[in-house]
């Protein structure tokens, strides 16, 4: 059974930096991309960043890229997201998923995923 669990959210100053963390078990995580998203209360899930199962490429939205650094450690079946500026317009509930498709490349279609985490809290405020 796949199973994929955020950490690392939390309150924070504006400029801060937090590093959230995806977790993976039950399917073979160098084999998945993963996307994280976030959704900030009355809008729609925004996809943020994107790191692909093979050569590590990557790709980030606009409103993080310079900020935010996406990575992943398949021995330890994680992945990461680094964020640094953090501003209070970043608050949001953050979630990772997974991608088994080999051919997609990057996608922010949340469809597009075939496994979520249950989502962690960052709140950017003074």
């Known amino acids: 059974q796949a199973q994929l669990v955020e950490s690392g959210g939390g309150l924070v100053q504006p400029g801060g930096s937090l590093t959230l963390s995806c977790t993976v078990s039950?399917?073979?995580?160098?084999?998945?991309?993963i996307g994280w998203f976030r959704q900030a209360p009355g809008k729609e899930r925004e996809g943020l960043s994107w790191?692909?199962?093979?050569?590590?490429?990557?790709w980030y939205a606009d409103s993080v890229k310079g900020r935010f650094i996406i990575s992943r450690d398949n021995a330890k079946n994680t992945a990461y997201l680094r964020m640094n500026g953090l501003k209070p317009e970043d608050t949001a509930i953050y979630y990772c998923?997974?991608?088994?498709?080999?051919?997609?490349?990057?996608?922010?279609?949340?469809?597009?995923?075939?496994?979520w985490g249950q989502g962690t809290q960052v709140t950017v405020s003074s």
């Open positions: 790191i692909s199962s093979g050569d590590g490429g990557t």
């Open positions: 998923a997974g991608d088994s498709s080999l051919w997609r490349g990057h996608t922010t279609v949340p469809e597009d995923y075939d496994y």
């Open positions: 039950g399917i073979p995580f160098n084999y998945y991309s």
